[in-house]
């Protein structure tokens, strides 16, 4: 049985160095998530994005806010 999509927060980032930051900063402030492949439908210039829960948001934009990480972009999509 096929499992149903859920709404996931994804983060696309420019470059690969910028994805393995936030997978380290998150590790570090037990933000649950995982690095993945970009889904074909966003762009992103290094072909990893960042998943998590919608309700991780606004944790994840402070640390973007504080020059912790660095997404090129925030969306939420049913995957």
Known sequence: M???PR???VLTFDTTAAAMETERVCAAEAIP??????PRQ????CGI???SEP???PRLEALAAAGAI????????RL
């Open 2 to 4: 096929p499992r149903e």
């Open 7 to 9: 709404l996931t927060l």
């Open 33 to 38: 998530g995982r690095l993945f492949p970009a």
């Open 42 to 45: 966003l762009s992103s210039d």
């Open 49 to 51: 994005a960042w998943a």
């Open 55 to 57: 309700s991780q948001r």
């Open 70 to 77: 660095f997404p090129a972009a925030f969306r939420e999509l």
